[in-house]
């Protein structure tokens, strides 16, 4: 157990609808991180957020945004969803800003089903 | 664009036996990450590799980090079939806080 949670485990919607994933950090870790990881993309990096403030965006499509609370909980919202968005996304802890190096943590993830 | 490039994609290994999973990157970075994923499940840290020269051991798997052939490899000794996992090697993404992973290999170990 990595100390990272995530929710829902599974969630299953129709094209065009909007859901929202929600993550909770180790205690103590300040920058969450979200991935995609599909058959065909494997795992790509979608955004980060640190204390509270967002620091680095990677492939996230505009339809996606993220946001993290004063209590380091971080919620991605997914919209429009498309079949190709199915996926298997995570979220991962660091003490980056703390520590030297950037070992992240990863939660169980959450599979999206968009049919 | 920095890449990340795994070698072998797919390995499949009696037990017993040793074999070597290769990652090249093109990034200067000088920290490395190993990580294990079983179907379906999150990605485990496995090593973290600092230094150009860094040797880490975890029971039957050992990683090594040569930055300057910006090469890292993760050795597997008389492979047992609970080592059947996804293995994914990362480096850091620059200025980004992410990490950039390889393909991962898929590692399936036979009786």
């Known amino acids: 157990d990595s100390g990272v949670t995530q929710t829902p485990k599974h969630l299953i919607t129709a094209t065009g609808q909007r859901v929202t994933l929600r993550c909770s950090p180790r205690?103590?870790?300040?920058?969450v991180y979200w991935y995609q990881q599909s058959l065909d993309q494997g795992l790509q990096f979608l955004i980060q957020?640190?204390?509270?403030?967002?620091?680095a965006k990677g492939n996230i499509l505009e339809r996606f945004s993220a946001q993290q609370f004063p209590d380091l909980h971080s919620e991605l919202n997914l919209s429009s969803l498309e079949l190709g968005d199915s996926a298997l996304y995570f979220c991962?802890?660091?003490?980056?800003?703390?520590?030297?190096?950037?070992?992240?943590?990863f939660g169980p993830g959450t599979r999206l089903t968009v049919l | 664009e920095l890449k990340v490039e795994q070698n072998p994609l797919f390995l499949s290994m009696q037990e017993g036996k040793n074999y070597t999973i290769y990652c090249n990157y093109s990034?200067?970075?000088?920290?490395l990450y190993w990580y294990r994923q079983d179907p379906g499940k999150s990605l485990e840290s496995l090593f973290v590799?600092?230094?150009?020269?860094a040797v880490k051991q975890e029971g039957r798997l050992m990683a090594s980090l040569d930055t300057k052939a910006r090469l890292s490899t993760l050795h597997i000794t008389a492979a047992v079939h609970d080592l059947s996992a996804t293995y994914f090697c990362?480096?850091?993404?620059?200025?980004?806080?992410?990490?950039?992973f390889g393909k991962g290999t898929k590692l399936s170990v036979k009786p």
């Open positions: 957020y640190y204390n509270g403030e967002e620091r």
């Open positions: 991962a802890s660091s003490a980056r800003g703390l520590a030297t190096y950037n070992e992240q943590f």
């Open positions: 990034t200067t970075s000088d920290r």
């Open positions: 590799l600092l230094s150009n020269g």
């Open positions: 205690s103590g870790d300040l920058s």
């Open positions: 990362a480096v850091d993404g620059g200025s980004q806080g992410n990490l950039i």
